[in-house]
Nanobody
Framework: QVQLVESGGGLVQAGGSLRLSCAAS????????IGWFRQAPGAEHLFVAT????????SYADSVKGRFTISRDNAKNTVYLQMTSLRPEDTAVYYC???????????????????WGQGTQVTVSS
């Protein structure tokens, strides 16, 4: 079992940057692939980025490729999402999620993830 807590969200102007953190409890963090998803009001969870258990493989949604970077520090039980060149359309609640049994290297599908954080709000003003 792993519990996840996101932080780092806030209000930023278009073109600005934020770094989100996803802190995990438990000693088995390195067994989990981690994904970031976002949800705008009235919409479903959309894939943003994912990282493999050892951090050697990553994947991004086309909408954030080149602007967002996912990384992890297994010694600190933390995954990061560095977001740059933010746009108003990036406004959403951002969630991190952990998955193990249904994931090979990583997954872009929300249903493959078993554990979710409570989310952190990111608002980008124009």
């Amino acid at each position: 079992q792993v519990q996840l807590v996101e932080s780092g969200g806030g209000l930023v102007q278009a073109g600005g940057s934020l770094r989100l953190s996803c802190a995990a409890s438990g000693r088995t963090f390195s067994r989990y692939a981690i994904g970031w998803f976002r949800q705008a009001p009235g919409a479903e969870h959309l894939f943003v980025a994912t990282i493999s258990r050892d951090g050697s493989n990553t994947s991004y949604a086309d909408s954030v490729k080149g602007r967002f970077t996912i990384s992890r520090d297994n010694a600190k039980n933390t995954v990061y999402l560095q977001m740059t060149s933010l746009r108003p359309e990036d406004t959403a609640v951002y969630y991190c999620a952990a998955g193990n049994s249904r994931i090979g290297v990583f997954s872009t599908w929300s249903w493959d993830y078993d554990h979710w954080g409570q989310g952190t709000q990111v608002t980008v003003s124009s």
